[in-house]
């Protein structure tokens, strides 16, 4: 089920002329792609290729030296992770990012925190709007909580989940937020085949349902190729291939790379 | 609370009688988003009214079958009554079953209309439908997923219910007469029972059959119309239908459907049920949660849980069937109940429970007695879909845990001379759907119903079930054998996973028994018993050791009872592998398939009944490649002590 014949949006993210150094180290080098509204934009490459460093620009948590970042027609030199917040930009983290005594319900609600309106008083008494507005953010938690099919953790401390479900629960996290695109570090890395289905299968609902843009990084070809739309491929910093995953599949300079060369 | 059931002798009938004299009562809740919704009874009603206008404007009429397919949902007990009014035959499907499973059922049963519960389902009957031509219609209640799907067959139980309300404005009174229509022997329900061998038979229960057991159970345990209980089990499951929906329906207490099958413990926690039904395999799950949870617990806690269940295993049960005990181990008792009972019947979700039910399959006794301890009155039934589970109960007061109590009022019981329970009942089952064959072998002309079970009642009138009448045989003095019983008792042991005894037409009875690997190397890891594998570890003389013991209290516990005392176990031999489904030894149902067995090992049977002390074995095992390989090993075969019948009380 992958987007053959499906409909996109405009360019909804663009970056142009990306460069990346850490000192002498270069981790990007003149990078540009585009990502179109409701696509599966997949960035694949070998270990130390800079598809982590790719994302990072993408959400404002590095600064590159050169090139611009488009977002919703607005260009910036560099994103800033609280603008990429606010305007619809959420990830998850390959080393994940939750509060591992929270529960997965609270979780969740923290993942709602830019949307909350009433201020810190009314909240503590938990009065008039304060309520109301809280009652608001539990319902659409739960929605996500039903939609994850974590109902039965929804009270469990993340730290006592296996490493399959905190993933979930990660991506839950990112949800919660409500995000136009969703950035996703590695949303498969240790985990076993079945454990890999499901979230195949939650990646492609949210993108179906909620029209959610999503740029993934991901190590498993075989994921890859099956889930997106486009496929960017970096090496040593470099975008070596850009296109369908046909496209890119048959491209020499990323079998060469990517699957090893004879020599 | 009062406690009159609603009249009516049908479901749809029982359903108006209550939607009009309590319609402002809670009758279905189910947890959704994390909170508890209600319908009121009129609120069921009205639906069900909605449901079938929208199945009537679509042709569905009296007589016809309906498919439902899925876990638990409110919509699907909607769907059954929006059927039932309509004169229609709801069928249950096991929301688990593969697709082709589903076809001949669909075939037999020429359904037409399917209402699923969600895309799962509604895949699995695309992938059949052009096996299934009559299939035109398939409703669903969760639109996930659903998107994309551009089929003519496919619609949301949403729009059926906006077309039934259509409908329902231009012929107002069609439910109440369409209800009004349907009697007693109507055929409620149709059940398909899965055969070991062939394809499964339709059980065709009437209004009648399930009322009148309903009824029969109610004034058994005078229930009341305020129980709660938790609707949890497959819909297409017999003791399903009778508890939650024929039961609910005839007294007029409320059901919850929990959230999703994973979150069961915790909805059953928040309810608190009262009247509660559960298969072995669901408590053996629950003890062994407790169980891992207090290993993980800390000393003094630790302590605290083996010393009152020690006090619990001495008295427990006993105080729960009123029979005297010392003022002193009372005293005890309810001290253990402030400290481990209580909470831990709280955290079970089964503080309110007033009657619990277990049938399906044997149930160990310690974990039976496990649950009776704590003071949860948990009893055995034994019955048949065919029988609507209405055959025997073990009564308040007097629970023997190896019978299933004296029979229900109204079913009437004779012992075939082969030991085969035969039986008439107001719960018996019309027939198998045409399947008139099959009907008349299981129930002869004078309406006695053939269950295939062997059994004989105690000397208090209850009855106990030890086999399958086909299995059941006889040693050379004509003692009676029953196989299946002996290894049932084995494997109540931890150690013990698979054991097939012998002694059909023999001098007496041997066992070939099956280690479990995990318990028993657990407990050589704690002794500092060095083992290489399976096989080593099976032919240690302290397992043997081990084993001879289990034995030895399975013979204790025979030799107490007359009718089998005669086939304690003599000899036996641990054998060196698994028993596996993959070598052809076990059914895929992990059932032992004799025959095969014995011809497979027959040095060893020969062996048991030789005077040798060991015997050579090769056996073909296929690895989990699909490769195949020879063992070949020693197995020592061992006595075990047989007790007198007499002296049998104070060895165990």
Known sequence: MTGKGRQFGEVILKVENISLAFGGVKALTDISFDVREHEIRAIIGPNGAGKSSMLNVINGVYHPQHGRVTYRGETRHAMEPHHAAAMGIARTFQSLALFKGMSVLDNLLAGRNLMIRSNIFLQALRVGPALREEVHHRKRVEEIIDFLEIQHVRKTPVGRLPYGLQKRVDLGRALAAEPKVLLLDEPMAGMNVEEKQDMCRFILDVNDEFGTTIVLIEHDMGVVMDLSDRVAVLDYGKLIGDGTPDEVRSNQAVIDAYLGVKH | MATAAASGDTFPKL?????RTRGDQPAIREKDLGIWQTW????????????AAGLASRGFTRGMHLAVIGDNRPRLYFAQLATQSLGGIPVPFYQDAPAPEMVYVFQNAEIEIAIVEDQEQADKLFEILPQCPKLRHIFYDDPRGFRHYDRQELASYESLRAEGEAWARDHPDFLDKAVEQ????????????????GNPKGV???????ILTSRGYAELEGLRDDEEVLAYLPMAWIGQNLFSYAQWLVMGFRINCPESAETVITDMREIGPTYYFAPPRVLEALLTQVTIRMEDAGSVKRWLYRHFMGVARHVGA????????SAMDRLHYALGGIFIYGPLRNTLGMSRIRVAYTAGEAIGPDLFVFYRSLGINLKQIYGQTETCVMVCVQPNGHVKPDTVGPPMKGVEIRLLDNGEIVLRSPGLFVE????EEATREAKDAEGWYHTGDAGYFDADGHLKIIDRAKDVGKLQDGTLFAPKYLENKLKFFAAIKEAVAFGDGRPEVTAMINIDMQAVGDWAERRGIAYSGYQDLAAKPQVYELVRECVEKVNADLAADPKLSGSQIHRFVVLHKELDADDGELTRTRKVRRRYIAEKYEPVVHALYSDMDHCWVEAQMRFEDGRTGTVRAQLAVREAKAFPPQAARQAA
């Open chain 2, 40 to 51: 009121t009874w009129s609120g069921v009603a009205t639906e069900v009214r909605l449901l």
């Open chain 2, 204 to 210: 065709v229960l009437s209004c009648d059959n399930l």
């Open chain 2, 182 to 197: 349907g009697k007693g022997s109507d055929t409620a329900i149709m059940l398909y029972t899965s055969g070991t061998t």
């Open chain 2, 432 to 435: 198998y759907h045409q399947n």
């Open chain 2, 15 to 19: 359903l108006l009688a209550h939607a």
């Open chain 2, 318 to 325: 006993r105080i729960l069937d009123g029979q005297p005990v």
